[in-house]
């Protein structure tokens, strides 16, 4: 039997169905196809406090981009570096 994977935004939305939108979890596992099992524990892992879970996106966001500007800076350093070992050899 295969596991699916699903992300941390469908998991929130899910349990948001359950927590601010007043659908039983039952309802919500039909509708999406997951198991309540799964629902019940992502409800117990993300409905713990609703700042500290869009604190974590954030984070999560942030990281992201951070990573993306990590890499292109690194791409443009290396590029200076290529272009100065070449003007270098050069000047000789």
Known sequence: MSKSHFTDDF???AVKQITERGYSVAEVSKRLGVSTHSLYQWRKRFSKSPP?????????LEISRLKKELARVTEERDILKKATAFFAK???
Do not use: M, Y
């Not at 500290?52 to 999560?60: G, L, N, Y």
């Open 11 to 13: 998991k929130i939305d």
């Open 52 to 60: 500290v879970i869009k604190e974590v996106v954030d984070q999560s």
């Open 90 to 92: 050069d000047a000789k």
